[in-house]
Structure formats: C-alpha cells, structure tokens
C-alpha cells in the first residue's frame, strides 16, 4: 500500500515537473497570473493573418514540388554565394544581416528557406527568359542619374542585366504561380 502511495505521488511529481519544463507549449505569457494560452495565440494569428500566411504556405509547396517535378535544386554554393552577396550589399549601406533579419522578424534560417525558393523559381523561369543588350542599353540610358559613378562599365551592363532579368522574373512569376494553383488539386479545411 505505502508502495502504490509512493509510486502514485512519484508519478505526479514526475507529470508535473514535465508540465512545468514544457508549459510554453500551452502557455505562452502570462499577465498578472493570467494566462494567455497557445490556442488562444493561434487563434488571434489566425483570424489576422490566417489565409495569407496558408496561401504563402501552399505557393511554397507547390514550387517545390514542380522543382522536384523538373529536377531542379539548389546547391548550397548557390545559396552561401547568394547569402555572401546580400550580406556585401548590407555592408556597403552599414548594416549588418543579422541586424536586417531582426529587423524583419526573421530568422537566418528562414532568410535561407526564402533564398533557396527564390532561386528555385529562377531556375525553372529563366530558360524563358532572355535580356537583349538593346534593352540593357535603354535600362542604363533611362537610369543613368542612378548608377554609381565608381563602378566599370562591365560592372554597370552586369548590374542592369540582373536588374532586368529580376523584372522579367517578376512579372513571368506571379502568372506561373496562379497556373499552377489552377491546376493543383488544393483542399482547404479552415
């Protein structure tokens, strides 16, 4: 009997202490011993920014999935080289990447996870599209007020080229992405 007691309240105990060590996965904050449960958070993100952030969520699945359907990946050159140019271009205006991150409420992680979809829609995009030096040409004549003197010429046309080719991405993407939303079979359940 004193045995099953004893087992009895080492059970509780043992219930409790799990329950104090993992309470941020019920509650998140309390105000004044008032707690503010996780559902409750879920709930208000819900109701705020729900179907932007599950519309986000399935663009995201459905790039991948097509990258996977072409084969097509991104090495992690392709991300550390595209990371070591954002980070350069932060410097060059005196901030820092982890400071611009926090700035927007990301983490490097998610930072990583944007670049590395990013460049997955700009493998399966750029077979169709092409930058003539014509247009390169007009780009740099029409902006020329903007461009930094201190760059070479080289450096300019290879600055308006990405800066064109970025456009046409942009403008191609939007339409692909709707495309494939039409032709995905997407069930939503809230």
Do not use: C, H
Not at 63 to 79: L, T
Not at 120 to 128: A, T
């Amino acid at each position: 009997f004193k045995t099953r007691k004893f087992l009895i309240l080492l059970f509780l105990i043992l219930v409790g202490g799990i329950l104090f060590y993992f309470k941020g996965l019920f509650v998140v904050a309390t105000v004044n011993g008032q707690p503010i449960t996780r559902i409750a958070l879920v709930q208000e993100l819900e109701k705020r920014n729900g179907k932007q952030m599950l519309s986000s969520l399935v663009t995201q699945i459905l790039i991948q999935q097509e990258a996977q359907k072409q084969k097509i990946d991104v090495s992690q050159k392709e991300i550390n080289d595209e990371v070591k140019r954002v980070e350069d271009g932060l410097k060059k205006q005196g901030q820092t990447l982890d400071a611009a991150l926090s700035f927007q409420g990301l983490t490097k992680d998610d930072f990583i996870a944007q670049i590395k979809l990013q460049k997955l829609v700009e493998k399966i995009l750029s077979k169709d599209i092409q930058v003539t030096d014509k247009e390169i040409t007009e780009y740099i004549e029409k902006n020329k007020d903007s461009v930094p003197t201190d760059l070479k010429p080289e450096e300019v046309t290879a600055s308006a080229r990405q800066q064109l080719q970025q456009q046409k991405l942009s403008t191609k993407a939007q339409p692909w992405i709707q495309g494939l939303q039409t032709k995905a079979k997407i069930n939503y359940f809230v």
